[in-house]
């Protein structure tokens, strides 16, 4: 059998390839795509071969594939698949962007009819700030900062008010990034390059916010948030700070005020049981789920372009040079 799929096959280079799909394995199932979501962040840092997506700080080799946060239709089951059957709507994690995909059962979500295929391709990604948000303990009517609106940070804003965060703000130097902010549930939105930017966010929260979500990936982001936060703040690193060289005033910033920092990457989970704080994937999934199915959020609200994976080619050309690059999805339905 064949599927048509995304390919970084160079630097800066994605094509439209075909390739052999086998049967799914036992405990997998087997799934048309219908909806897809670009991860701006890890997929132009995979599409560019910036050395630091390799543990080892390597050359990056190419083809890589990427594509993690799908939704669409189960075509086959595997031996002793038991919780989903053929015609099942799923959300799911940990794909790549393809027409068919085979995946672990426990990497596909049941889908409700209610909820949408593109809020359903939104799920895998909207775990990882709610993940974050967890780590620093979030109590209702906590203040609450997040440094960068990129896909993660624009996602954690509705998670956030839905968590009782108040005032929650939003940080970006890019003032179209800042109106959507607004839009998508922050009360505030801030330049970081602003003079006034520390005072006013420290005025906003009433002397410092007491979580902070970090999620640029850049030394001078951590070192923002960090003057925005007031004493025993809780500060997550969602952002992937590949990079090393930059210094902090750790005394000062971090080790004076008694600020918390964790690392809040999506691996960094419980593999089977959630406990206070530490939810496992399969469990952070579901209640971004249940929020959607209740209407309490709406992920799908946020999506700024969709596009055919036919289009794929010149998507990731401006994905390559844009930094302010949109939410943007794939619709599969009529590729073929």
């Known amino acids: 059998m064949k599927t048509k799929q995304i390919v970084f096959t160079r630097p800066n280079t994605a094509e439209i390839l075909e390739k052999d799909i086998q049967p799914p394995a036992a405990g997998q199932v087997q799934v048309r795509l219908l909806c897809s979501t670009i991860s701006s962040g890890t997929e132009r840092a995979n599409l560019t071969g910036d050395a630091n997506v390799s543990p080892g700080g390597n050359a990056v080799p190419f083809p890589r594939m990427l594509g993690y946060s799908s939704a669409g239709v189960v075509q086959q089951v595997g031996e002793g698949v038991s919780s989903l059957k ?118 906003i929260t009433g002397g410092g916010a007491r979580v902070g979500i970090e999620v640029t990936g850049f030394g001078a982001g951590l070192d923002g948030i960090l003057d925005c936060m007031g004493r025993f703040g809780r500060v997550a690193l969602l952002g992937c700070t590949r990079n090393k060289e930059f210094s902090i005033d750790y005394y000062r910033k971090v080790h004076a005020p008694g600020i918390t920092l964790v690392g809040a990457h999506t691996m960094a989970r419980p593999g089977q049981e959630s406990h206070p704080g530490w939810w496992t994937q399969g469990d952070d999934i579901l209640t971004v789920l249940r929020l959607t199915q209740a209407g309490r959020i709406r ?38």
């Open 299 to 336: 992920l799908s609200s946020l999506v700024d372009e969709v596009y055919s994976p036919a289009q794929a080619p010149a998507v990731y050309a401006r994905l390559a040079v844009e930094k302010a690059f949109p939410l943007v999805q794939f619709d599969w339905r009529n590729f073929e």
């Open 86 to 203: 053929v015609g099942d709507r799923v959300a799911m994690a940990w794909t790549v962007h393809s027409q068919l995909v085979n995946v672990p059962e426990a990497c596909a979500y049941l889908l409700p009819d209610s909820v949408s295929f593109s809020d359903g391709a939104l799920f895998h990604i909207a775990a990882f700030p709610l993940a974050a948000l967890r780590k620093c303990r979030l109590e209702i009517g906590e203040s609450a900062v997040v440094m960068g609106q990129g896909v993660l940070g624009l996602l954690a804003l509705p998670l956030l008010r839905a968590a009782g965060a108040i005032p929650i703000i939003a940080v970006d130097p890019v003032a179209e990034k800042r109106a959507k902010a607004l839009s998508a549930g922050a009360d505030a939105a801030l330049d970081p390059f602003a003079e006034d930017f520390a005072d006013t966010a420290r005025e």
